[in-house]
């Protein structure tokens, strides 16, 4: 059994590092990588409070790792992918505290391969180190649940304070176990202090959450519908991130078979635990369902951030439950069966998605290599999310413009394959002299003889085939206040 668990744990770290690098950083990593951790500890903490929506511990430990490894792809997501490696063993260790051996392998398998924690494993963000705290804290406290140890009980109110150092979002599930220790030892004195400490954290960090509660960081995330948001989770906790985060349509699809494998696991293990009683209720289950809804509870009465990667504390305990269910199977090798086309399928997947440009971050590295530096005034226009990477990938000065007239001799338009064909609406003047594809974008490059001034509005109009564009352009396109007209006369 050790061999099978050490083997799946080397097939999680293989798949977790060996596409480190591979896609360029997406937006919220740019942040991550290029204005939160350069500079000092201080600095890097001030950052936090003023741009990020997380506490600062996973900020903390990357500022660290990047004077070791740097802030390139590969450096900075080690971090993270070293997280999700150490999720892979410790899933085992809650699968064999539920249930036994048998549905620890089965939670070790299917953590090692599931392609939403793949994803978030190689993602310079703190989602990974938020899964591996309250996997830990899941584990300590079925412990506690078991044996009541000092050990165990001073364990749990650990990993449960670093997780809610991580992310805002662990508090549900600690929440959860805390109040079942409460209920199972409340006249323990030492549940008791270990709760109150756990909850003295959640105070201190109360008021940066109140500071970072800014509606240009996280407001568009109540634009979508609840119910949309919570479908879209349960997709993506079974194939990762294929819909908006991509700015592709969602891939539901790919989700059918997985999910209907796991979700028929769910109903076993509760099966399962209703013929041995309410009094072995699976705490797992109990855990990552009650996170899912004390957030959707919380959208409700108006504190709205329900998205999938904030419910990721819920995926572990989620497959953790799905695991038990499947070890009770009876025939054993109907089980077996199951869990094995489960992961071999999201293996499948995970190859897959390496393979398929559709299915991946947007590559701005590549983009950014093809639009190459400009000695005229040049505007580019593309994805809103795209701004921070293309910017940071660049590195020639090129940043975000928020409004008024351009003086630009050229216009490099970042498009989908669905609009590449459409001619973009420019003023006569320019013309179109180069058109290159990228995975699934297309640069399209217009020139004018000489620079001209175009309304910002007209630039941002452009058809690109995304939601909402972003205008970037380099030093000296601003029009001065006396460049005349604003619809395509030369500038002399």
């Known amino acids: 059994m050790v061999s099978a668990v050490l083997g799946l744990t080397a097939a999680g770290i293989a798949i977790r590092f060996s596409t480190l690098g591979l896609q360029s950083y997406h937006h919220d990593e740019v942040i991550t990588a290029a204005r939160v951790l350069p500079g000092s500890f201080t600095h890097m903490l001030h950052e936090v409070r003023a741009s990020e929506s997380t506490p600062p511990l996973y900020y903390a430990l990357a500022w660290g790792w990047a004077k070791l490894f740097g802030t390139g792809e590969a450096g900075l997501r080690s971090l993270s992918a070293l997280f999700g490696a150490a999720t892979i063993p410790l899933a085992y260790l809650i699968g064999r505290e539920l249930a036994g051996r048998r549905a620890g392998l089965i939670a070790t398998a299917m953590v090692a391969v599931n392609p939403m924690l793949i994803w978030y494993s190689q993602e310079a963000r703190a989602y990974s180190l938020l899964v591996l705290l309250t996997a830990a804290s899941l584990f300590f406290f079925l412990r506690a649940l078991r044996n009541a140890r000092s050990t165990d009980i001073a364990l749990w109110a650990l990993f449960s304070a670093l997780a809610l150092c991580s992310h805002y979002f662990a508090a549900f599930p600690v929440a959860i176990e805390a109040i079942w220790l409460l209920a199972v030892f409340r006249r323990d004195r030492e549940v008791v202090l270990a709760i109150a400490g756990v909850g003295a954290i959640g105070v201190l960090l109360a008021p940066l959450a109140l500071l970072q509660a800014n509606p240009d960081h996280i407001g568009w995330i109540s634009s979508s519908p609840l119910v949309q948001r919570v479908a879209d989770t349960a997709s993506s906790f079974m194939i990762g991130e294929t819909g908006k985060v991509i700015a592709e349509p969602p891939r539901n699809n790919y989700a059918i078979f997985p999910g209907a494998i796991f979700l028929a696991a769910l109903f076993a293990a509760v099966a399962v635990q209703g013929r041995r009683g309410r009094a072995t209720l699976n705490p797992a289950l109990i855990v990552g369902c009650g996170s899912i809804l004390l957030a959707v509870g919380a959208a409700v009465a108006g504190s709205d951030y329900v998205i999938g990667r904030n419910l990721l504390p819920a995926l572990v305990p989620l497959t953790a439950a799905a695991a038990v269910g499947l070890a009770a199977i009876r025939p054993a090798r109907l089980g077996l069966l199951a869990a094995t086309a489960l992961c071999v399928y999201w293996l499948a997947f995970d190859a897959y998605v390496v393979a398929k440009p559709n299915l991946q971050r947007p590559d701005f590295r590549d983009l950014a290599a093809k639009i190459g530096p400009s000695s005229r005034p040049r505007a580019v226009v593309a994805w809103k999310l795209a701004a ?101 006369g030369p500038l002399r």
């Not at 413009?401 to 973009?424: F, T």
């Not at 179109?432 to 941002?460: C, D, I």
């Not at 601003?478 to 007209?485: D, V």
């Open 388 to 488: 921070d990477p293309l910017s940071y990938y660049l590195a020639d000065g090129t940043g975000h413009v928020w409004g008024g007239p351009q003086r630009v001799g050229e216009v490099d338009a970042i498009v989908k394959q669905s609009v590449a064909h459409r001619p973009l609406r420019l003023p006569p003047a320019f013309h179109q002299v180069e058109r290159v594809r990228e995975g699934r974008l297309t640069l399209l490059r217009y020139r004018a003889p000489r620079p001209h001034v175009v309304r910002f509005s007209r630039l941002k109009a452009l058809r690109t085939g995304f939601g909402v564009n972003v205008v970037l352009a380099n030093e000296g396109s601003a029009a001065p206040l006396s460049a005349g007209p604003p619809l395509g």
